[in-house]
Each structure stands twice: as C-alpha cells, then as structure tokens.
C-alpha cells in the first residue's frame, strides 16, 4: 500500500491563493501509533483553509511545504496503526486533520484516532464532511461562552447569529433552535432570507440595510447572546442591542479582539465579548453526527467540486458568499 501512489492537490509557498494548487501524485501516506489510514470520500473547506495558505497563522502553518490543505474529511478506514483498538478496516469515519499537517485534498489520508468518529450507516460520508469545524464551532459557541444547554435547563435567551447563511452559521441556527427556549435573530444577505428561515430562525435582518447594519431585533428584543460568525463588525453596532449582560462571540478573534475583551472586563460594563477557538472534542462530534443521524441537524450543501476541480472551490471559498458548506467530492 505504501509503494502506491494517490492524487493530491497541494501548494509550495505562502499566497497565490486558487492559481498556486497543483495537482500532483505522491506516495500515499502510512499511518503511525494512534493514526488511521483513510481512503477519503468527502472533504469540506473552511475560509481558515485559505487563511493557512495567505500566511495568517505562519510560522506555525503550515509546517511545512509543499502542503496538502483542508482538514475536514470522511472516508473509510483502510489500515489501522499500532495502539488502535477502537476502529478496523471498512469503518466509515469523519474526522479532523492536523491543520498545520493537512491532508484533505487528497485520495488517503492519515487521521488521529482521538478525533475521529465512526458514521452510523445512516449518515453518509458526504452527509458528514462539512460538519467537523464549522459544527463544532457553532455548538461551542452556544454551549461554552453562552452556557447554553441541551437538555432543557437553561434559560431563555434572545441570541443574534450574524452570517447566518455560512459554514458556521447556518449550524448554529439549527443547534440553537434545538433548544427550543431561544429566540433567534439571524443576519444574511438577501438571496438567504428564506433559507435562514427555514433553518428555524425566527427574525431575519439583511445585513446590506440600514437595520441590519445596526443589527436592530424587528421585535425589539435585546440580546443576551451574539454568535458572531460574520467579521468586520464594530462593537459599537452590538452595544446598543445587547442586554444588561449581554456576551458576543467572536468566532473569528483578532489580536484587536483579545484586546477589546480584556478591556470590556476592566469596565464597569457587565456586557461581554468573547473570543473562541475551536477545541477539538470527539464527543461533541459524536453528539453532532447524532444529530444528524436522527435527522435534527444538517449540513447544507453550498456546492460540490470534483478533486480534479478543488481550484473551483477553493475560489468559491476566497470569495466569502457560501450558502452552507463548500465541498470536494474525492472519488468524483
Ligand atoms: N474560531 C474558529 O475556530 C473558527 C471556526 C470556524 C470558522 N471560523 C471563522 O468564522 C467565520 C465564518 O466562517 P464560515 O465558515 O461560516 O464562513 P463562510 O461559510 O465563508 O461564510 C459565508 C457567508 O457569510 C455571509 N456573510 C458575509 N459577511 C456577512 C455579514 N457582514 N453579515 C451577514 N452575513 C455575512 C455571506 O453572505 P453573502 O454571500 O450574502 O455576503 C455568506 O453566505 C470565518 O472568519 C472563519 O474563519 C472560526
């Protein structure tokens, strides 16, 4: 298996964003203690993919070149590495690589044991690629820095999810409607309205207008929560909008966003903005393919490039105007 080579789409340098990927063959990869050997099916992109590729995170991604990018994948197992005892071969899996190893535009791929999760025979391998990132920074958008809960205990609470019609928002509409003691306030551009709608949300602002702008509940409600998966907005937007304890999470943080935090702490101000980093849970991506495989959530499908076509998505995804998930179909 080792000898053999695979299809691979990588880049050599920082930059040069969809032109700079080539197409390559290379030895697939072995898996090592604790790893899997993956015959890929389906992979997702995620704007911290091209984020990788314009240097943003270097020195520390990628760690090195030439680079395989994307990270949210599912496949079947095709070889188990020493020390595994919790998968074997022909399980079908969803997982996430390494983000400064990569791996995903790929035939195989090596996945660590600790974040992959098997797929019930109800949820496709398609069904579960778009799902690992973008659903587990929603959950943990609603469940941390909010302290929502699932079971029913929590408080209701007015949440604004901005950039309701992408990767991370459109699960967050669903989660957050799971609840079901949540009033949710959702910003999209308006070819999205009647999508982010039918995601549950139950007021919607156009985020091009003067009130979507100033992110005004047609209801008037405060909010005690923001999911802000949308950037480029001022503090001074959210301000006035938020309650007494009002949070906002920034799931996009910048050095100018941890500096605001801490000084929003230092104020007499109990209004909160919180910056948050995806941390890798395998439980909690157990608990969203459950959701999926009970039909109570769902990644939707923004579009779906062959292999032989990743520049096509990887442009997409540059542009920044998904409807839900941009994926790559391997064996297309
Ligand atoms: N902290 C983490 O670990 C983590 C994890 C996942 C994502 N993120 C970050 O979260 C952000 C969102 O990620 P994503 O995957 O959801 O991105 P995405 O799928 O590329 O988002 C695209 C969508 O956002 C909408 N949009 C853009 N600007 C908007 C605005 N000002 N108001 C309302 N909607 C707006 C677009 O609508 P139009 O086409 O109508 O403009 C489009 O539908 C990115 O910056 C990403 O890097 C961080």
Redo the contacts with the bound molecule.
Sequence with gaps: MTSELMRAVQYDAYGGGAVALKHVEIPIPFPKKDELLLKLEAASL???DW?IQSGLLRPFQPRKFPFIPATNVAGEVVEVGPGVNTFKQGDKVVTILEFGSGGGLAEYAVARANITVKLPPEVSTTAAAGLP??GL?ALQALTRAVAIKFDGTGSPANILI????????HHAVQLAKLVGNLHVTA???S??IDFVRTLGADEVLD?KTPEGAALKSPSGCKYDAVVH?????RWSAFEPNLSENGVVVN???SPGTMVSSLLKRLSFSKKRLVP???VEKREELEFLIGLVRDGKLKTVVDSTFPLSEAEKAWER?ME????GKIMIDILG
């Design positions: 995620n704007p911290v984020k990132v973008a920074i901005t950039a309701a019609s992408g990767g991370a928002g910003t999209c551009g070819r999205n985020y998966c949308a950037t480029g907005i799931i996009t943080p948050l980093m995806l995804m920044g105007h998904a409807t």
